[in-house]
């Protein structure tokens, strides 16, 4: 079955400093990907819809500016959250659609982002 | 998007079967209705989806009620690996854009299953 992989997993940085989380669709191409944000007791929350060779689309209330989306390619999707603060601390959550699966989509193992 | 609402818990004993309801008086008729599920410390994963009709597949059966204003999640037997929050999630596919493919979730169901 489709699977979409994410990296990394965990990650713990300083106050200040930018952190990268990938998103790979390794086995369909997904035109279309999507970041969520989750909190601790919180169900998931989309934060923006990134379309493959366009700038993404992003929801109300969340700064583009800070959380840069890179999806340059057919199965890679990029999140950036830069000048990271200790409010940015969350489960960050990708999934991809697959277009061969209208109706389906697959979802990351998610990034557990840590700012000290 | 139309509504859903779901109980926030339930419990089941091992092996038994368990029924997860879903209320969605407000659906339209392209809503698909969508159920994913989420285990700890990961991301959600698709469970099934359906729009009018039962729905069967290995990892459950979709019960819709003849209005659509609700559905059932069926697990047959439940372990503890079903243990996970469950989500009941309506899509529109009256709209086509790549957009329209997000989904927007609740609090869902939490499961917990017991030896």
């Known amino acids: 079955g489709a699977v979409v992989s994410q990296h990394p997993s965990r990650v713990i940085c300083k106050s200040g400093t930018s952190v990268k989380i990938e998103c790979r669709s390794l086995d369909f191409q997904a035109t279309t990907m999507f970041w969520y944000r989750q909190f601790p007791k919180q169900s998931l929350m989309l934060m923006a819809t990134s379309n493959e060779g366009s700038k993404a689309t992003y929801e109300q209330g969340v700064e583009k500016d800070k959380f840069l989306i890179n999806h340059a390619s057919l199965t890679l999707s990029t999140l950036t959250v830069t000048s990271a603060h200790p409010e940015d601390s969350s489960f960050y959550i990708c999934?991809?659609?697959?277009?061969?699966?209208?109706?389906?989509?697959?979802f990351g193992s998610g990034t557990q982002l840590s700012v000290l | 998007d139309a509504k859903t609402t779901q109980p926030n818990s339930m419990e089941s004993n091992e092996e038994e079967p368990v029924h997860l309801p879903c209320n969605h008086s407000t659906i339209s008729g392209t809503d698909y209705i969508h159920w994913y599920r989420q285990l700890p410390s990961q991301g959600p994963e698709y469970v099934i989806h359906g729009l009018t009709s039962n729905v069967n597949n290995r990892m459950a059966s979709l019960a819709i009620a003849e209005d659509r204003k609700s559905s059932t999640l069926i697990l047959h037997r439940a372990t503890l690996r079903d243990a996970a929050v469950y989500y009941c999630?309506?899509?529109?596919?009256?709209?086509?854009?790549?957009?329209?493919?997000?989904?927007?979730f609740g609090k869902g169901t939490k499961l917990s299953v017991i030896p």
């Open positions: 999934s991809a659609r697959d277009v061969r699966n209208n109706e389906k989509l697959f």
């Open positions: 999630i309506l899509r529109d596919s009256a709209y086509s854009g790549a957009g329209s493919y997000q989904l927007t």
